[in-house]
């Protein structure tokens, strides 16, 4: 068989119910110059037998692989595919006769295109059309890159996918839009209004799992936009307060739970990493002693006019103002976060500050598909506005702003407008549109949150993946055998401040925070680690457990990794890796590091929960409240335990990386003088320690 022009591949996870259909969408085709791999992932249906099927087809490769992942496939594809042109048809949806021709047709006209794709039917399980989707032309119609195509049947050049790297192995779902953002910068693209395939829908579709596909999208835009964000700082979140003018008088006083709805904003936000300032904006001083009870460095608090507050007044106003202090040149980008909305998720805010950076727009709305039938009255009564013609173009689709997440170029204000000319949007799921302006309304999340904080608890007994990790990194200054170590310098720094800066970089901890006994001789250490913007929290000296339950229990952790302070030489890189390992787990009591990684590049993650029906019991002895984790390791017949086992290159049994004796601190700084930085990688660590010589 000659080189084929086009490798198409069919990826089949128990499909067997619609792979012939499929396959035989291949063989109609009115294009000669293809092959076909059908790839069997790991399914428990009859695919195999319909793969056999075609088994002496000289143009079709059959495969078998055990991946359990789409992406993962899809390379694998890549890799064994042998044509200039490579598209995806999955095993549940089928070809039109002519989509090959079209396509490689548009891409021999035109070679500067990477990838082009085309417009398509929606058919149900039996194969009934209910629809068409229409994506309107691109540099024609459409100048806004917001909709991504869709993940199979877009036709791309092999060489693309190799130049930006393939598929992404660490998402599960959204895989073209990934694609999507890697080729729309700098790459050129086109679309077919034809409709050229068939999508079917159905219960096991991916396309379903909404709540997969918002995390996975959200991932991608985080990293999308790294190497972009220094063009838009500074990066503010604003949480805009007033005295008068709502249902209640302070309505941000008001209690949600056991907190006010600014106290919640404010924890809410903290995690995050990617705002520069966080402003609590109020005509009351009041609010000012809410702000001053956080120690990031981030938080600000802005005196608002009471003018500036009435219903009728653009919040522009405010901001106006607030920018001649923190972005005078209005270069960055702000964030608005309502306390009215309480259950709008960090995710989401973050969301709208890089749907804004990706696109480079004037501002983010976060929105709701308006699905229901709207209408408007004309001369011969109500016309339907969104009418069911089965017939669907991106340009057809209303959304209904939810007036709890936005985000906007500062440089907006000096036209007094929040908007700016060219917006786009975001989703957002259906309970984070709740916003608080009654009494009713605030009886309302009352009840909700109390059914919010039942189902994380469910959720975090089956899912860690879904829970809060949050570091907890402990010293004191009483230590027995090498008093102060904590403050002892290391690289010119105070070595808990070394520590602290290598973990910082963490993407996978939801906040790290520090905690210390309650003692005065402790005092200047919490002053340190609070300069470095970390929250401290302090708590029972001999009663270590004790500390932890009531740190976890104040910052909401779900989960809890313990950092030992004299362990300066983990970093996030670590960090992150032992994160990643929890959250693929079914379920855990405790996951260590020791005695498998090196001696000093410790961790151990726990479930908060156990440990503080631990310590409300009478089961803990005086030694198991002084050690924290001891407790499992007495009983690993009642606990599941779980081993981190290190990166290769992480492996080191003959070196001790803590810091407990002068001999240990000595070493410590012998390898510190070694590296070129703070944030030096384990394994170059690991080998300036063998390549010194020094014995700890």
């Keep these: 068989m000659s080189k084929p022009k086009i490798s198409v591949y069919i990826p089949s996870h128990n499909y067997g119910e619609f792979l012939q259909e499929s396959i035989e969408s291949v063989l109609r085709q009115t294009y000669d110059s293809w092959e076909l791999l059908v790839i069997n992932d790991k399914s428990s249906d009859n695919t195999s037998d319909i793969m056999e099927l075609y088994s002496g087809d000289e143009r079709i490769r059959l495969f078998h692989t055990n991946y359990g992942s789409l992406p993962k496939v899809c390379n694998f594809a890549i890799r064994k595919s042998r044509g200039e042109y ?20 548009h891409m021999e006209r035109n070679p500067d295109c990477s990838m082009v794709f085309p417009d398509y039917y929606l058919i149900d399980e039996s194969g009934n059309i209910f629809a068409e989707e229409r994506r309107e032309k691109y540099f024609e119609r459409n100048h806004v890159f917001d909709s991504p195509a869709n993940g199979a049947c877009c036709l791309i050049r092999k060489c693309v996918l190799e130049q930006i790297g393939c598929y992404r192995e660490d998402l599960g779902a959204q895989d073209g839009y990934d694609l999507w953002n890697k080729l729309i910068n700098s790459l050129a693209f086109a679309n077919i209004n034809l409709p050229l395939f068939y999508y079917r829908r159905h219960s096991t579709n991916l396309t379903c799992n909404t709540h997969r596909i918002l995390i996975a999208r959200r991932r991608i835009k985080l ?45 809410k936000v903290l995690p995050s990493k990617i705002f520069d300032h966080i402003v609590v904006g109020s005509d009351s001083l009041e609010a000012k002693n809410v702000v001053e009870k956080y120690s990031d460095p981030r938080l600000h608090f802005h005196l608002r006019k009471r003018e500036d507050t009435i219903r009728s007044t653009s919040l522009a106003v405010t901001l106006k103002s607030l920018f001649l202090s923190i972005d005078s040149q209005l270069s960055g980008i702000t964030v608005v976060s309502y306390p009215q909305a309480p259950f709008v998720t960090l995710e989401s805010l973050e969301e709208a500050a890089t749907t804004l950076v990706i696109n480079d727009a004037d501002s983010a709305l976060g929105v709701e598909e308006i699905k229901a039938p709207l209408y408007k009255r004309d001369s011969h009564g109500l016309t339907r506005i969104n009418p069911n013609r089965g017939f669907n173009s991106d340009f057809d689709t209303l959304y209904q702003e939810v007036n709890t997440a936005r985000a906007l170029k500062n440089k907006n204000v000096t036209r007094g407008s929040m908007e700016g000319s060219f917006i786009v949007y975001f989703t957002m799921q259906n309970d984070e549109s709740f916003f608080i302006n009654s009494e009713q309304k605030m009886r309302i999340a009352q009840v909700l949150l109390k059914e919010s904080e039942f189902s994380t608890s469910l959720n975090k007994k089956t899912s860690p993946q879904r829970g809060k990790y949050g570091v907890i990194i402990a010293a004191r200054t009483g230590s027995t055998r090498l008093p102060g170590k904590a403050l002892l310098p290391l690289g010119n720094i105070p070595m808990i401040v070394y520590l602290i800066r290598r973990l910082k970089p963490s993407k996978f901890a939801d906040a790290i925070i520090f905690a210390t006994t309650d003692l005065p001789e402790d005092d200047t250490l919490a002053e340190i680690v609070k300069n470095e913007g970390i929250p401290v929290f302090r708590g029972s000296n001999n009663n270590v457990v004790e500390r932890y339950v009531n740190a976890a229990k104040h910052f909401e952790f ?18 992150d890796f032992c994160i990643k390992y929890c959250k693929k787990l079914d379920k855990f009591d405790i996951a260590s590091t020791k005695k498998v990684f090196p001696v000093g590049i410790d961790f151990e993650i726990y479930r908060a929960e156990i440990m503080a029906e631990l310590h409300d019991s009478n089961i803990l002895t005086d030694l198991e409240r002084e050690h924290l984790t001891l407790h499992f390791y007495n009983n690993p017949g009642i606990y599941t335990i779980h081993k981190i086992q290190p990166k290769d290159q992480w492996f080191c049994s003959d070196k001790i990386f803590t810091v407990d004796t002068v001999d240990d601190y000595n070493f410590a700084c012998s390898i510190v003088r070694t590296i070129p930085s703070v944030d030096t990688a384990v394994n170059t660590i690991i080998n300036a320690a063998h390549g010194h010589g020094i014995q700890p």
Excluded: H, M, Q
């Design 223 to 267: 990293d999308a936009i790294a190497d972009k964000l220094e063009r838009f700082k500074p990066i503010i979140l604003f949480i805009p307060c007033r005295r008068n003018y709502d249902f209640a008088l302070d309505l941000w006083k008001r209690e949600l739970g056991s907190k006010s709805l600014l106290e919640r904003e404010i924890e």
């Design 86 to 105: 490579i598209i995806r048809l999955d095993g549940d949806d089928v070809f039109g006769s002519n989509i090959l021709l079209v396509l490689a047709t």
């Design 558 to 575: 779900d989960y809890v990794v313990r950092v030992t302070g004299d362990c300066p030489f983990v970093d996030s890189n670590t960090l």
